[in-house]
């Protein structure tokens, strides 16, 4: 995503599986992209071709509804490991770095902290290798080893934006409201450059987002405002890229400004999911991007999660309360930070209902991921529990329809 999708991503209700449109695959990996500290890799010359020898700059067009070309350019550390970023130069010059670089007989492997992967084989002569970009689903790709009269243009990146000031109270400058089209199946709201855009948003959905709370936690709401749904694009005054605080604040004077929005809070035992650590502790690692930059996280098939620079808060409200679960879920992690990682389950037909998606049967496969629950504690080393908590309700005194920009 050049664009940066808060995702459910804070954003994508209809997720659509496969890579097929690699808005969806690669997309959903560039977009993870935004949340990534650049990372520049410089071109190496091809040494002698060797089956042994990876470093360079490989290339090839991943088919898929669309033709993306991707480079992946790799090198050596001092220590003898292998390093590589991979870049998807149709939809901008910013790296994906991969974590994980392997070469093993004449297979080799690509692994990446957001779920995307490659694996092929490494020919003969050592100048191409064939195989599968991976992300949730495989699609077939060869690369070659590019020289310099054949080596692509990678793009330069857009411009970093630096950070709002901390200490700033933003109110979007200029905002356009209008209704979604009537067959728009997305939902999703990004931030593309210093634009906000949501697609497909009822009043119930800019309320959970602007205050991260469930929709069982907005109570009193009219009919139109969950039928209604419109497109925003939003502009912020000041300087600088808003933080996710300084995001949901704008959201919030948007609601009372253009929507006349007027409710009191209140609590209520509510049924929830709490999230907390196991014994053994949290399996988790810590993101190398900036703490204050804005999270992503989304979803590239139902059961397979990706979190990037993201809280724990961020992983209960933006990744399972409102997509996946159909309650509210509260951090009771106690975990401090922001953190990369990935989570693979086998959903059942309890889960993405709001999504109005129809989640497939079980599969007996050996290989299958496990549960929700299982996955979260092996994979993550945290606990997800179904109880009963006091939890904050906002009641709706007052709203209306937005009014025209």
């Known amino acids: 995503m050049t664009t940066q999708e808060i995702c459910k991503s804070v954003s994508g209700r209809k997720h ?12 959903s990996m560039v977009l993870s992209l935004a949340f990534i500290s650049p990372v520049s890799a410089q071109a190496t010359t091809p040494a002698v071709n060797s089956s ?39 939809q901008g010059g910013q790296g994906l770095p991969v974590s994980k670089t392997t070469l093993d007989g004449t297979a080799v492997k690509l692994v990446t902290s957001v779920g995307v992967s490659y694996e092929g084989k490494l020919s003969a002569d050592g100048n191409s290798m064939a195989g599968n970009f991976i992300q949730g689903s495989p699609f077939p790709l060869t690369l070659t080893r590019a020289t310099p009269e054949t080596a692509w243009t990678i793009p330069e990146p857009a411009p970093v934006i630096p950070p709002m000031a901390a200490n700033a109270n933003p109110s979007f400058e200029v905002a356009t409201i209008k209704p979604s089209k009537p067959d728009e199946k997305r939902k999703f ?17 800019l ?5 991260g709370v469930h929709s069982t936690q907005i109570q009193g709401l009219p009919a139109w405002a969950e039928n209604d749904h419109y497109d925003i694009t ?12 300084q995001l949901k604040v704008m959201v919030q004077k948007l609601l009372a400004d253009r929507y006349e929005l007027g409710f009191h809070h209140d609590k209520k035992q ?33 059961g397979a999660l990706i979190a990037v620079n993201a809280s724990m808060n961020d992983f209960c409200i933006l990744g399972l309360q409102g997509t996946v679960l159909d309650r509210p879920v509260l951090d009771q992690t106690e975990i401090e930070g922001k953190f990369d990682f990935t989570l693979n389950w086998t959903p059942d037909d309890s ?12 599969t007996d496969a050996a290989n299958a991921p496990p549960n929700l629950y299982t996955a979260i504690q092996e994979q993550l080393g945290l606990k997800l529990e179904a109880t009963k908590a006091p939890a904050d309700v906002l009641v709706v005194d007052h709203a209306e329809k937005p009014s025209e920009n």
């Not at 709201?189 to 959905?205: A, Y």
């Not at 309320?207 to 205050?211: C, E, K, N, V």
């Not at 703490?291 to 590239?300: D, E, N, S």
């Not at 889960?351 to 079980?362: A, D, E, H, I, N």
């Open 351 to 362: 889960q993405f209902t709001s999504l109005g998606v129809r989640v497939p049967p079980p």
């Open 16 to 27: 659509r599986s496969g890579l097929g449109k690699l808005a969806a695959i690669v997309a």
């Open 234 to 245: 939003a502009q912020p005054d000041g300087e600088g890229m808003p933080n996710a605080t």
């Open 270 to 302: 509510l049924s929830v999911y709490v999230l907390s650590v196991t014994k053994s502790g949290p399996k988790l690692t810590r993101s190398a991007s900036d703490p204050k930059g804005l999270p992503g996280v989304g979803f590239r098939q139902l």
């Open 52 to 90: 042994q020898n990876l470093v360079g700059a490989w290339q090839g067009t991943l088919h898929v509804g669309k033709d993306l070309r991707l480079v992946i350019k790799i090198s050596k550390a001092d220590s003898g490991e292998l390093k590589s970023v991979l870049y998807s130069i149709d």
């Open 207 to 211: 309320l959970a987002f602007a205050y």
């Open 189 to 205: 709201l990004t931030v593309q450059g210093r634009k906000m855009v949501s697609v497909n948003f009822s009043l119930r959905d």
